[in-house]
C-alpha cells in the first residue's frame, strides 16, 4: 500500500494544483488555436504540434522536481518527459509530411503520456485529486490508438486534436479543484 509524506504531501499538492490549473489554461488557449487557426496555416500548425508535447514535457519535470528524488512515480514521469521530447520532433517532422502523419505520430505519443499519466495517478492517489488524471490516463491510451488508427487511415482532420487538448485541460481542472483540500492541509 502506498503511503504519502504528509510534510512532503502538502507543497507537493500545492505544485500540483499550480501546474494543473497552468495546464487547464494552456490546453484551452492550444485547443482554440488549434481549431481555429491552425487549419488553414501550416507553419502554425507545425508550431503547435511542436509546443503542446514540449508544455506536456516541462510540465511533467516540474511535478518530478516537486516530488523529490524519492517519489515512487519518478520512473513514469521520467518515461512521460522522454516521450514527450521525442514526440516534439516526430510531430515537427510529421507535420511537414502529412495530417494523417502528424495524426500517428500525435497517437503513439497519447499512448505512452497516458500510459505514463495513468500509472502516476494510481501511484499518487492517496495524495488525493488523482481520480481526474487517472481517467484521463487510461482515456489518452484509448484515444491516442485511434489517432493513430485515423492517421494511418489516411485522416486530414487533425483538429480532432483540438477536442482531445480540451479535455484533457477540463480533467486537470476538476483534479486541480480537487487538489484544494490537500494544498490546505
Do not use: C, H
Amino acid at each position: 500500500m502506498t503511503t504519502i509524506d504528509t510534510r512532503a504531501a502538502v507543497p507537493l499538492a500545492r505544485t500540483l494544483r499550480r501546474v494543473y490549473f497552468s495546464r487547464f489554461g494552456f490546453a484551452l488557449i492550444w485547443a482554440l488555436l488549434l481549431a481555429f487557426v491552425a487549419p488553414n496555416a501550416a507553419p502554425l500548425l507545425t508550431v503547435l504540434v511542436i509546443i503542446y508535447p514540449l508544455v506536456d514535457a516541462f510540465s511533467v519535470l516540474t511535478e518530478l522536481r516537486a516530488a523529490g528524488t524519492t517519489s515512487r512515480s519518478r520512473a513514469s514521469e521520467m518515461i512521460n518527459i522522454v516521450s514527450s521530447v521525442l514526440a516534439a520532433v516526430a510531430l515537427g517532422w510529421a507535420s511537414f509530411v502529412s495530417p494523417g502523419a502528424v495524426l500517428a505520430v500525435w497517437g503513439v505519443w497519447a499512448v505512452l503520456s497516458g500510459a505514463s499519466q495513468l500509472v502516476t495517478g494510481l501511484i499518487r492517489r492517496k495524495l488525493g485529486g488523482q481520480v481526474p488524471l487517472i481517467f484521463s490516463g487510461g482515456l489518452s491510451v484509448l484515444v491516442g490508438l485511434a489517432f493513430l488508427a485515423q492517421g494511418l487511415g489516411g485522416s486530414t482532420m487533425v483538429t480532432s486534436i483540438a477536442g482531445y487538448a480540451a479535455l484533457g485541460g477540463v480533467l486537470f481542472l476538476i483534479s486541480a479543484l480537487r487538489l484544494t483540500r490537500s494544498a490546505r492541509a
